[in-house]
């Protein structure tokens, strides 16, 4: 059984930086690809960004380019979402899910494995 544990979020400034952990246990070799989300309150649940477990191939929203980085530690099967210059419009919970195929999704119906959720909030 695959488990996906968030960690990381908190309360930080507009402009502030802040690293999310997901670690992915139980065997990785279930999932290839894994990805971020994040939903504020009374909206969607949107994709942010997504990563392979192999491979240097990383996919952003548009609206975290420049400003957020996906990376991950194989040897500790944990993904990382490192975030700079945070807005206001950054605050959500996190998400982290992880998908046994290939290829990056923006759809969060396409993803198998899903963690609790870590929040953030970018206060000004």
């Known amino acids: 059984q695959v488990h996906v544990v968030e960690s990381g979020g908190g309360l930080v400034q507009t402009g502030g930086s802040l690293r999310l952990s997901c670690e992915v246990s139980?065997?990785?070799?279930?999932?290839?690809?894994v990805a971020w989300f994040r939903q504020a309150p009374g909206k969607e649940r949107e994709f942010v960004a997504a990563i392979r477990w192999g491979g240097d191939s990383t996919y952003y929203t548009d609206s975290v380019k420049g400003r957020f980085t996906i990376s991950r530690d194989n040897a500790k099967n944990t993904i990382f979402l490192h975030m700079d210059s945070l807005k206001r419009e950054d605050t959500a919970a996190y998400y982290c899910?992880?998908?046994?195929?290939?290829?990056?999704?923006?759809?969060?119906?396409?993803?198998?494995?899903w963690g609790q959720g870590t929040q953030v909030t970018v206060s000004s």
């Open positions: 139980g065997g990785t070799f279930y999932t290839d690809s």
């Open positions: 899910a992880a998908r046994p195929g290939s290829g990056f999704y923006r759809s969060a119906s396409a993803y198998l494995y």
